[in-house]
Nanobody, 121 residues
Framework: QVQVVESGGGLVQAGGSLTLSCVAS????????MAWYRQSPGKQRDLVAT???????NYADSVKGRFTISRDNAKNTAYLQMNSLKPEDTAVYYC???????????????WGQGTQVTVSS
C-alpha cells in the first residue's frame, strides 16, 4: 500500500507565507514526478507546480515568482513554499505523486487527501 499525506495548510493573512509538505510512504520503489494542485469551491482542480525526480520544476503562471516547489528524494517528500499569498490562493491543495511500487512495475498516480489554505484579505 502507498499513502500520500499533505500537511502545513492553515489560515494566513494576505502577503504572508506558508509551507506545505507532502510525504509518500508505504511500498515504494521509486517516486518519479511530484506535483501540487489546488481546487477552490465550484472550480476544477488546477495544476500549481511540478517537480521531477531530477529536480526540474514547472509552475502555473499565477504562482510564478511567489511559490517554490522542492523535494527530498531520500524522504520521498515534496514541499511547496508559498510567499506573498493572495486571497485568490485560497483553495484545498492536493499533492500528486507518480510512484513505482516495485522494479519493473507500472507507475501509478497517488493523491493525498488535501490540505486547506485560506488567505484572508
Amino acid at each position: 500500500q502507498v499513502q500520500v499525506v499533505e500537511s502545513g495548510g492553515g489560515l494566513v493573512q494576505a502577503g504572508g507565507s506558508l509551507t506545505l509538505s507532502c510525504v509518500a510512504s508505504g511500498r515504494i520503489f521509486k517516486v518519479n514526478g511530484m506535483a501540487w494542485y489546488r481546487q477552490s469551491p465550484g472550480k476544477q482542480r488546477d495544476l500549481v507546480a511540478t517537480i521531477t525526480s531530477g529536480g526540474n520544476t514547472n509552475y502555473a503562471d499565477s504562482v510564478k515568482g511567489r511559490f517554490t516547489i522542492s523535494r527530498d528524494n531520500a524522504k520521498n517528500t515534496a514541499y511547496l513554499q508559498m510567499n506573498s499569498l493572495k486571497p485568490e490562493d485560497t483553495a484545498v491543495y492536493y499533492c500528486n505523486a507518480q510512484i513505482l511500487s516495485a522494479r519493473f512495475t507500472s507507475e501509478y498516480d497517488y493523491w493525498g487527501q488535501g490540505t486547506q489554505v485560506t488567505v484572508s484579505s
